[in-house]
Nanobody, 126 residues
Framework: VQLVESGGGLVQAGGSLRLSCAYSGRAFSNYAMGWFRQAPGKEREFVAQISWSAGNTYYADSVKGRFTISRDNAKNTVYLQMNSLKPEDTAVYYC????????????????????WGQGTQVTVSS
């Protein structure tokens, strides 16, 4: 399994970006997917998760109402739409695949994910 993120870049505060994560491998539709981020000098933190069926989504309080996670199982891709970006959203964003099948509940810790992408840089200028 391989995950490849794209869509990062430099944007002004208040702007938008859409990140994509392309999944290569089998059974994409059977796994929950998550987005995490890591700012310089800080630990990697949970951003959002979507369940395997897309019936449940979860967000960190810091992004709730501004970010939207979605998935297209036909394209083996998960997305993170980021609106009203703030300088504090600046980080490397990583997508990750759940460690277990068919998870519907929240999984917001790194050990709950088994496969990670290489990350994409998002920089928000003030």
């Amino acid at each position: 399994v391989q995950l490849v993120e794209s869509g990062g870049g430099l944007v002004q505060a208040g702007g938008s970006l859409r990140l994509s994560c392309a999944y290569s491998g089998r059974a994409f539709s059977n796994y929950a997917m998550g987005w995490f981020r890591q700012a310089p000098g800080k630990e990697r933190e949970f951003v959002a998760q979507i369940s395997w069926s897309a019936g449940n989504t979860y967000y960190a309080d810091s992004v709730k109402g501004r970010f939207t996670i979605s998935r297209d199982n036909a394209k083996n891709t998960v997305y993170l739409q980021m609106n009203s970006l703030k300088p504090e959203d600046t980080a490397v964003y990583y997508c990750a695949r759940d460690r277990v099948l068919y998870r519907a509940r929240l999984a917001q810790t790194m050990p709950e994910y088994s496969t990670w992408g290489q990350g994409t840089q998002v920089t928000v200028s003030s």
